[in-house]
């Protein structure tokens, strides 16, 4: 009996030794495979068209910068400084509308109201393309119910004009902002603000000289997330304006459905080339600040 049982222990033994020489990072291959598909096969067949030029009289290709160089002149340098233009206005209104709602959420008493203004962010904050762009042409187009009602019209309304765009956007950025704000909201501590307080300090002085200091990796963080939301949205600007507004997202689907020119769709793709390096700049700048807040507000 001893000897049956001392064979079982030898082989547990065994293969709990195989099982804890099983690497850990095995679990993690069908993730890498999912990204190396549906992200790595189209960076790289963006990347070998945007460097490819073709011949459109004899049909050749060859390899040049001459896609990126048409990409950063005329009209589409234009259009890239438009998106940058309207992302980053937009990203800093929704940034400065957003903090004070979000203040107000979290230091609100009533739970309903809290999540409720919670759920209807998650809610907003992906609310967009044509079914945006169709709410606010019945809204505030030319004929829209309160154009019509407030006689905005004449008053100098145009919705499908920069402005108009940029209020358009902030539909979903703020609510954007509420959800990015509210955790570093709630990860002030209480402490901070009675101890600003014993020493005399105001609430004015205690948002600037604590709160904002505090908070400033966490908004700018917050801004770099709206700017790349504004940069990268495509739908709700093609169903309001069209072309009539530089944008380089409608640029591209120009180029790539030859409304423009034909044979620019490489050119479309250094145009998707140029967002994406913006797009890395911008995380570049937004991972090390979430991790400098994260510092802060978990100390």
Known sequence: ??????????????SSKRRRRVPGWIAV????VFVAVAFGVPALAMLNGAFTVKNQTTGATSYSTANLTDSLQGAYLTALVGSVKLSAI???????????LAQVVVTSRFRALREAV??????????GGVPLAFAFVATLGNAGVLTTHLGLKDKGW??????GLVIVYLYFLIPLMVLTITPALEGLRTQWREAAQNNGATGVQYWRHVALPV???SLLGGFVLLFGSAFAAYATAAAMVGSSIPLVTLQIADAISGNVLVGQENVALALSLDMVLIAGLVMAVYLPLQRRSARWLDA
């Open 1 to 14: 009996m001893t000897a049956t049982l001392t064979r079982a222990d030898v082989v547990a033994a065994a």
């Open 29 to 32: 291959v069908p993730l890498l």
């Open 90 to 100: 937009s990203g800093a209104l929704g940034t400065l509308l957003g903090l004070p």
């Open 118 to 127: 919670l759920t209807a962010s998650g809610v907003l904050a992906n609310f």
């Open 158 to 163: 145009d919705l499908y004009s920069f402005w």
């Open 215 to 217: 908070l400033a990796p």
